[in-house]
């Protein structure tokens, strides 16, 4: 709460300099959110950045802006003494020169890995392994990014921990040790879980993280929050008043809750009598986030369908964002500003 009066304030002595320049400022997501003390933002493609109406659409709805890949080890420490900063080094440049934050997106997943990692390693060469990628990524970055997932999809569906290469090689401390060490490297840096399917209160998945996080916390490890990815599908139930429940259960344990990437899939076929349905729940998300405090972030994971991952993934599925193929704007996203004034 504290921390949403604060940004409040802030804005508040900014919008006075601000009508001093200009008389009409144009009501854009970042701008009305962040009046709100909610960062806004989407999954960026570095190559967005080199395309002026991506990038103008970036601009008018992030105060944060997260990678879509280039972060990930596949891509940025390729092999072990490997480290490919290009992409990154442009997305946080692209940021700091727009007073724009950054999510690092991801120290740690069972996806897009680098063929040098080994589930034969020892334990030891395992730790090491990990010691030296958070290090070396969080020493570059410090006091620049400032919020990292630093476990993405650490849990299957049924509650237990996923049987990834970390998993098989340090055991089930490897997401205490990664969160303490990421933790020494930058202590200012905001440390998230990430996972999708935890948001609905009551459900296995989000339940079994839930007591995890809240395990984490009273042994004192050094986690700041956890990420609902919401990656949601009109076709299965939706509940806002459980995931309002759940945001709210964390809020009792002092835990932050990022809005990480979210999108609402919904078929392709007549997809015109699925759009009241998808608008209904990216208002009741943004509603949530609006209103609990310890909600920090509302981000989608892209901004146009002409970008999405979701038909690749879930063929017959698509048209999940707030923009269309041509970048522009849905009816939607004119009613996600209306939750926001
Ligand atoms: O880089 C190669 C390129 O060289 C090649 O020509 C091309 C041909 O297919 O593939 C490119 O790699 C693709 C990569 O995206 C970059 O575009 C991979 O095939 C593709 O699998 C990869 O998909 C990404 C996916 O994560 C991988 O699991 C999506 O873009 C990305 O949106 C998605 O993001 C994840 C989050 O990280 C975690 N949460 C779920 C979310 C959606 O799956």
């Known amino acids: 709460m504290i921390k949403k009066l604060a940004t409040v304030a802030i804005w508040c002595l900014g919008c006075v300099g601000a009508v001093c320049v200009s008389l009409s400022?144009?009501?854009?997501?970042?701008?009305?959110?962040?009046?709100?003390?909610?960062?806004?933002?989407?999954?960026?493609?570095?190559?967005?950045?080199?395309?002026?109406?991506?990038?103008?659409?970036?601009?008018?709805?992030?105060?944060?802006?997260?990678?879509?890949?280039?972060?990930?080890?596949?891509?940025?420490?390729?092999?072990?003494?490997?480290?490919?900063?290009?992409?990154?080094?442009?997305?946080?440049?692209?940021?700091?020169?727009?007073?724009?934050?950054?999510?690092?997106?991801?120290?740690?997943?069972?996806?897009?890995?680098?063929?040098?990692?080994?589930?034969?390693?020892?334990?030891?060469?395992?730790?090491?392994?990990?010691?030296?990628?958070?290090?070396?990524?969080?020493?570059?970055?410090?006091?620049?990014?400032?919020?990292?997932?630093?476990?993405?999809?650490?849990?299957?569906?049924?509650?237990?921990?996923?049987?990834?290469?970390?998993?098989?090689?340090?055991?089930?401390?490897?997401?205490?040790?990664?969160?303490?060490?990421?933790?020494?490297?930058?202590?200012?840096?905001?440390l998230f879980l990430n996972d999708y399917s935890n948001e609905t209160m009551g459900q296995t998945k989000a339940d079994a993280?839930?007591?995890?996080?809240?395990?984490?916390?009273?042994?004192?490890v050094p986690i700041d929050g956890v990420g609902f990815q919401l990656h949601i599908d009109t076709a299965y139930g939706f509940d806002a008043e459980k995931i309002r429940k759940n945001v709210k259960r964390y809020e009792e344990i002092g835990v932050l809750v990022s809005f990480s990437e979210v999108d609402v899939r919904i078929p392709q076929r007549n997809y015109e009598n699925h759009l009241a349905k998808q608008q209904k729940i990216y208002c009741e998300l943004l509603k949530i986030a609006v209103?609990?405090?310890?909600?920090?972030?509302?981000?989608?994971?892209?901004?146009?369908?002409?970008?999405?991952?979701?038909?690749y993934t879930f063929p017959g599925k698509g048209h999940a964002l707030p923009y269309d193929e041509n970048l522009q704007p849905k009816p939607l996203y004119a009613e996600m500003l209306k939750v926001l004034k």
């Open 209 to 220: 993280m839930f007591n995890f996080v809240k395990k984490l916390k009273e042994k004192g």
């Open 291 to 311: 209103e609990e405090p310890n909600v920090i972030n509302f981000i989608t994971w892209g901004f146009t369908d002409s970008q999405s991952w979701v038909p």
């Open 25 to 190: 400022v144009k009501d854009t997501m970042r701008s009305l959110a962040t009046k709100k003390g909610l960062e806004t933002g989407v999954a960026v493609a570095v190559g967005d950045l080199s395309k002026d109406t991506h990038k103008n659409i970036i601009l008018e709805n992030s105060s944060i802006i997260v990678a879509e890949n280039c972060m990930k080890w596949q891509y940025i420490h390729p092999r072990e003494n490997t480290w490919n900063w290009k992409d990154t080094d442009r997305l946080v440049e692209f940021a700091e020169e727009n007073g724009i934050s950054v999510k690092f997106h991801t120290l740690f997943w069972h996806n897009q890995n680098s063929p040098f990692l080994s589930e034969r390693w020892s334990r030891d060469k395992a730790l090491s392994v990990m010691d030296n990628h958070i290090s070396t990524v969080m020493e570059r970055y410090k006091g620049r990014i400032k919020e990292y997932d630093v476990v993405n999809e650490a849990f299957e569906d049924n509650g237990s921990l996923r049987n990834t290469i970390w998993l098989k090689t340090v055991g089930e401390d490897y997401i205490e040790h990664a969160f303490t060490k990421a933790h020494e490297c930058d202590p200012s840096a905001k």
